[in-house]
Each structure stands twice: as structure tokens, then as C-alpha cells.
């Protein structure tokens, strides 16, 4: 990771801003309080009282404060949190006032911010279009689109249909399952792989080690240099061997990106892509289950599939949250005085509920597609029309195979996690009838050894580690290619989990 303390840093913003002035000596300095309360009673963004009802702590900001509201991050840090529609389309349009370039923020410049900050993954600054402004973001974002908008989308349509099919054979037959762990957290990861041009064999232990880095265990560091050694692997095959790939089109695109410009884009495409069509599978597959009118409209014909995602980026977008926007100088948003070099959390969730553009929350919004899940401006999500196609396939293909799949428990057991960019849900357990196994419906001829088609390889247990639903680490297996796939380290909870769950991109 680059730091963020380059020798061209940008001026100290003036006294005056929230950066100054929360403690006698400085940001962050003063007394912290108890709860979600900081100095000077600003509210904390991270935190129990914080993480326990996010959605409640948007709506006490905009009835204090309006559409941008003051807040404190990690350490006590001074931010604001847009959380109006408008304001928040404002600071994603308008990059000469609020720019990307996390550089810019005043806490760097004031050597507040901590090396070991939570924070840092998510705002120090990296060679990537997403903290790029200007001709530097166009050239880095235009090969990423590029690349993105050359996939056939009926082809990655087959790869989603292909995997949702491996999945449910795997929990089919026993009649239940746990749609999160089983089938949100894979899903697009395997098609992931497919789109940037990993053998089939690397996607299962990719899953694995993707899962282990954004959950923040103590061996996600180990977990991230796999998933970068897998992809300087693909980078290597690609240039001797190109294909139609994410990869390929990436090396030979006209930006002329550099190797390790071509690899952090990968990475990010990635893990970004994973993490947030996670969410969207999860929680649209929970609203279809516990909403009867969704329910109804869905096997009645009234309502798409489509329309059922629409109004899920509407109440529970991928991400609550983006950090963020700095300030290239003084300025005005939402009624606040922002100063040069403040930080801007983008506030997609709480724009999303903004009573200025949804004065009645329980009114559906069947193909309005004016929410803020996907971001708007120069920055806007480029892959939010493959993250759709996974989910909504990936769902279809899901209710068509198993179509009285409900839910094992009661709604009110459904449990969710949250961190201070997004929120998860921990688990949706189910129910359906037991659907029989490609063996059992056609008998092998005799003298073979019955094996499912097209099956995901598992990966063998670490000696005295019991089997379970999903791959663990273990030896190596060899790639299409011969040679030996890297080991997906043994994942274990620790202290980490507890600072790094926001990773959840």
C-alpha cells in the first residue's frame, strides 16, 4: 500500500475547520466521552452504540444537523457524513470541489492519523482511478470500463447459471441450507474468476482466501498475498497468452497501464465486486423470503425479479457508506461551512431514506433506478450492470431450482453485523424440498464411479480439521496448466476481526 505522506503534500488547511479545535491540541485530542458520543458531543460513526442501528444513527443526524452532518471516525477523527440525496449527488458530480486524492485530507497533513488506523485500508491513498481526479482518473478508469463493457452479458449470464447449478447440488439433497455462507459468498466470486480468466480449479481456493481477507481474520494479510500471487500468476500466462479476459484486455489496453497498475485494478475489481453483490444477493434473497408483497408479486407475475432489486438498493444498499470526498478548498454543502482538506463520508444509505425523495418509505420503487447504491458522477460503480446480472441470475437460477424454498426460522432470529461502511446479514438459514442428485436421477453405467458434473473441486481438510460445507486449506492441487495452485492459509478469528469488519467492501 502507498503511503500518504508523499513529499508534494498538499497545504495544511486553515484553523477553523472540524479538523481544528475538538481537544485543546488538536483533532481527535479531546476527552472522548462515553457511547457513541465524542468531543464536543459529536456522534461517532464506529462503535457498539454506532454499529447496533445505523439507519437510527443517520436519522438523529439529519434532525440535528440536516443534509451533512459532523461525525467522528476511528480515533476521534472530525469527518462529515452527507447524509441528504442531494447533497450527495453534488459531491459525486462536482470533482474540482470534492476530490478523491485522499492526500488532500487534513489529518494526514497533520500526522493524526495512525499507521495502524483501521481507517487506512479504505483511505490512503493508492495508484487506483478510484483515488485518481481529472486526466489521471480518465486514463485509469477508461481501461477498467473498457475492459468491464467487452464481457458478452448472455456469456457471463451462462457462467452465473453454470455455478448457481454446482452450488445447489452441493446442499440440494439434504432439504436445507444457509443461503449466505452456502451461496451469496461464492457465487460471485466464481464468476469473477471466469470473467478475468482463471482456470475453473483456482476459484473455490480464490473464494476461500477472499472471504478470509475482507473478514478480517489473523491470516488475512497471508490470505491478500495469495489472492495478489494468483493474479501475477495470471498476469505471467496472459502476456505469453492472451484471451477474452479481464486480464488480457487490461495488459494491452491503450492507457498502457503499468504491471502494477494493471494488478491493484484487478485486485480491487475483485474484491469490490465480490463483496458488494454479496450483499445484494443476501439481502434481496431475505426480502423475497420474508416479504409477502414481494412473495405475492413475484409468483403472480405483478413484479420482476428486476424490480425486487431496485427497491433493495433503495432500503439496503451494498454499501452504507464511501469514504470519501476531500475538499479542494473552502466551500458550502448542505448548509455546512466545509473547509479545504475536510473529509467527506459519502452517505449512500442515508441518502437512499431521505424523506425529500422518499416521503413514504413503504411505498415501492419498482424501476426507479434514482438511488445511490451504485454512486453517480465520474466515479460511479463501472461494474454495477455485471454485479445486477450475477444477482438477479443467480436468484432466478436459485427460486427456479428449489421453488419452495422459505425460510427455517423467524424473521425476527435474522441477525445482522455491522461496521461503520456497510452492514451484513450473518445468515438466512432455509428450508425446501430435498432435490435429487444428478446420480440419483441417472444411474451410472455399471463399472464407473458416480461423479457430479461440472462440480466445484473441494479442497482437502489440514489433517484432524472435520469436513464441513465449505473448501478449508490444505496441500496444493495442481492447476489446468500443471502447475500447483498456492495454498489458501487455515483460517482462524482473532483481536483483527473486531477492527478490520468495515473490509467488508
Request: glycine share 10%; with cysteine.
Amino acid at each position: 500500500m502507498t503511503t500518504p505522506f508523499p513529499d508534494d503534500a498538499l497545504p495544511t488547511p486553515p484553523p477553523g475547520c472540524p479538523a481544528h479545535g475538538l481537544g485543546p491540541d488538536g483533532p481527535g485530542t479531546g476527552a472522548p466521552r462515553g457511547g457513541g458520543l465524542g468531543a464536543d458531543g459529536l456522534r461517532r460513526l464506529y462503535g457498539p452504540e454506532a454499529e447496533a442501528d445505523p439507519a437510527g444513527l443517520y436519522e438523529k443526524l439529519r434532525a440535528e444537523h440536516g443534509e451533512v452532518a459532523p461525525v467522528l471516525l476511528h480515533g476521534d477523527l472530525p469527518a462529515w457524513l452527507i447524509v441528504g440525496h442531494s447533497a450527495n449527488l453534488i459531491a459525486m458530480r462536482t470533482p474540482s470541489r470534492f476530490s478523491r486524492d485522499s492526500r488532500r485530507w487534513a489529518a494526514f497533513q497533520d500526522g493524526l492519523v495512525a499507521p495502524d488506523s483501521p481507517l487506512m485500508p479504505v483511505i490512503a491513498w493508492q495508484p487506483l482511478c478510484v483515488f485518481a481526479d481529472g486526466e489521471e482518473h480518465k486514463r485509469l478508469r477508461g481501461a477498467v470500463t473498457d475492459g468491464l463493457n467487452s464481457f458478452d452479458r448472455r456469456g457471463v449470464r451462462r457462467h452465473v447459471t453454470r455455478f448457481t447449478d454446482q452450488l445447489v447440488q452441493e446442499f440440494g439433497a439434504t432439504g436445507r441450507a444457509e443461503l449466505v455462507t452456502q451461496f451469496a459468498e461464492h457465487l460471485p466470486m466464481l464468476v469473477m474468476t471466469q470473467l478475468v480468466g482463471m482456470p475453473e480449479e483456482y476459484g473455490p481456493h480464490l473464494v476461500e482466501a477472499a472471504r478470509d481477507l475482507m473478514k478480517g481474520t489473523e491470516t488475512a494479510v497471508a490470505s491478500n498475498e495469495y489472492v495478489v500471487a494468483t493474479l501475477r500468476r495470471m498476469m505471467e500466462r496472459k502476456r505469453v497468452s492472451p484471451g477474452a479476459d479481464l486480464v488480457s484486455w487490461l495488459m494491452r489496453h491503450e492507457a498502457r497501464l503499468t504491471d502494477d497498475e494493471v494488478l491493484e485494478h484487478l485486485r480491487v475489481v475483485l474484491l469490490a465486486a465480490n463483496e458488494t453483490t454479496v450483499n445484494l444477493i443476501a439481502d434481496t434473497l431475505k426480502m423475497v423470503l420474508t416479504d409477502h408483497r414481494f412473495r405475492t408479486h413475484l409468483s403472480g407475475g405483478h413484479m420482476t425479479l428486476s424490480d425486487a432489486l431496485d427497491q433493495v438498493l433503495w432500503d439496503a444498499a451494498p454499501m452504507s457508506l464511501v469514504a470519501g470526498r476531500w475538499a479542494t478548498g473552502d466551500t458550502e454543502l448542505g448548509g455546512q461551512r466545509i473547509k479545504a482538506g475536510d473529509m467527506l463520508l459519502l452517505g449512500l444509505a442515508a441518502g437512499n431514506a431521505d424523506p425529500t425523495v422518499r416521503p413514504d418509505p413503504t411505498k415501492p420503487l419498482h424501476g426507479n433506478r434514482s438511488h445511490l447504491a451504485f454512486g453517480a458522477g465520474p466515479h460511479e460503480c463501472p461494474g454495477q450492470d455485471i454485479g445486477r446480472a450475477i444477482a438477479e441470475t443467480g436468484i432466478d437460477v436459485l427460486l427456479t431450482r428449489l421453488p419452495d424454498l422459505h425460510l427455517a426460522v423467524e424473521e425476527e432470529e435474522l441477525t445482522w453485523t455491522s461496521a461503520w461502511i456497510s452492514r451484513h446479514l450473518s445468515a438466512l438459514p432455509v428450508q425446501f424440498t430435498p432435490r435429487a442428485t444428478p446420480e440419483e436421477q441417472l444411474p451410472a453405467p455399471a463399472g464407473t464411479v458416480p461423479a457430479t458434473p461440472g462440480a466445484v473441486p473441494s479442497t482437502p481438510s489440514p489433517a484432524g480439521t472435520p469436513q464441513t460445507g465449505a473448501p478449508q486449506a490444505g496441500p496444493a492441487e495442481p492447476a489446468a496448466d500443471g502447475e500447483p495452485l498456492l495454498t489458501v492459509p487455515h483460517q482462524r478469528r482473532s483481536w483483527w476481526d473486531s477492527l478490520t469488519r468495515w473490509l467488508r467492501l
